[in-house]
């Protein structure tokens, strides 16, 4: 049996695509450091800018200015300022 030459141009393809968005994803991941990576991870938990501070000893500008770090590497926004907890 011979092989389908348009599943593996589409395999081929695909691998590529990975590859380029995996280099991509670590080039991000590259210009973040540890408490960049703590911040990320309680903000999207759901804790806040200043829950988030307590917990890892920050002020809230730090943690903002974190966030905003973050973002600008993800191209997304952590937090919707729209949703006010407790309303």
């Given at each position: 049996g011979g092989t389908n030459k348009t599943?593996?141009?589409?395999?081929?393809?695909?691998a590529n695509y990975r590859r380029n968005l995996t280099g991509k994803l670590y080039m991000s991941l590259r210009k973040l450091d540890i408490d960049d990576f703590l911040v990320m991870m309680l903000l999207v938990k759901g804790y806040g800018v200043t829950k988030t501070a307590k917990l890892l000893c920050l002020t809230q500008p730090a943690v903002s200015?974190?966030?905003r770090k973050i973002e600008e590497v993800f191209d997304t926004?952590?937090?919707d300022k729209s949703?006010?907890?407790?309303?």
């Open positions: 599943q593996g141009v589409n395999t081929l393809g695909f200015q974190r966030m926004k952590l937090l949703f006010k907890q407790g309303l």
